[in-house]
């Protein structure tokens, strides 16, 4: 079975492997010992929030600053998705989180379109737009270069709203993502992670075709119809949402919930680098603690497949 990945931060699939080569290249050190390593880069045991979750990303960003560094670290990934036997994936990542070494925004989206014409994986960009203060006009600068480098395949095929959800809520979004609707860039919408329904029923009223997450949507039985209702389709990470604690108890993940109320799913692993796993790992998940069948993994791939952003062929 060849795996689709729909939701995946380019920087959160930083491995230690993928770090050290990403170092030498760039003439960056890192701490010799591999267990220094994974302290670093991989997500602690004592995570409680996503806000603890998000602090990971330091050290894999600080590897991506440069036109070489962010090149190599697409066809890096996309090579160990190949190898961890992955058919499509969607990368993600913010371009306006990579300019600590001089590169604009734009340098960052060339970059990464570089790493993958070296990669033998069939994959897409996703560019994120950021929750948070004083950032208003990079995440319009991203749009704009979203609408730019617009394709069916083989590139930029949509936006993202990442970031922590419970300081910088959705409605501080909307004329970003009324504008996109206008640009006809599709886009999908972190929503009912750290945030409530309420998110959620926001960024399908946007106009979101997909929503990264919303595991929170059954706090609300509105929600979880309006997903139906609109064909919109949930990017779940079992793994990420109970590293965020946004799943307190795996034993109620609502995959199958989601499932039998007639929502759209799909399995993803959102930041596999720095959570140590692989979408083959969070499908045997599932198998172990919802007694996922793989008549119901074929439902999830098909899912995938109608919700990529790419084109029919």
Not at 68 to 95: H, N
Not at 138 to 167: P, S
Not at 278 to 293: C, V
């Amino acid at each position: 079975m060849g795996y689709i990945d729909l939701h995946l931060h380019l920087d959160g699939a930083v491995t230690p492997d993928i770090a050290r080569q990403l170092a030498v290249l760039q003439g960056i050190k890192l701490p010799e010992e591999d267990e220094d390593l994974r302290k670093l880069l991989m997500v602690p045991a004592s995570c409680e929030s996503l806000n603890d979750f998000l602090k990971c990303f330091e050290l894999p960003l600080s590897l991506l600053q440069t036109r070489e560094g962010l090149t190599e670290a697409v066809r890096l990934v996309s090579d160990k998705l190949i190898s961890d036997g992955v058919e499509y994936a969607e990368l993600r990542f913010a371009p306006q989180l990579h300019k600590d070494k001089g590169m604009s925004q734009e340098d960052a989206v060339i970059a990464a379109l570089t790493g993958l014409e070296k990669t033998g994986l069939h994959a897409n960009l996703i560019l994120c737009c950021m929750r948070g203060n004083g950032n208003e006009t990079e995440n319009y600068e991203t749009l704009e270069l979203a609408h730019k480098y617009l394709t069916d395949d083989g590139g930029v095929v949509a936006i993202d709203l990442a970031g922590a959800e419970a300081l910088f809520p959705t409605s501080d979004y909307r004329e970003l993502f009324k504008k996109a609707a206008d640009y006809n860039i599709p886009f999908t919408i972190h929503a009912g992670e750290a945030d409530g329904p309420e998110s959620i029923r926001l960024a399908v009223e946007y106009g979101a075709r997909r929503i990264g997450h919303g595991v929170r949507a059954f706090e609300d039985m509105e929600v979880v119809e309006l997903l139906r209702d609109k064909g919109v389709t949930l990017e779940l990470c079992p793994t990420s949402n109970r590293m965020t604690r946004a799943v307190m108890n795996m034993a109620d993940y609502p995959l199958r919930r989601f499932m039998e109320a007639g929502v759209k799913v799909t399995l993803n692993t959102d930041d596999p680098g720095i959570e140590g796993i692989t979408l083959a790992d969070e499908y045997r998940l599932m198998e172990e603690i919802l007694g996922l069948t793989k008549e119901e993994e074929e439902i999830l791939l098909e899912n995938a497949r109608n919700a990529a952003f790419c084109s029919k062929k």
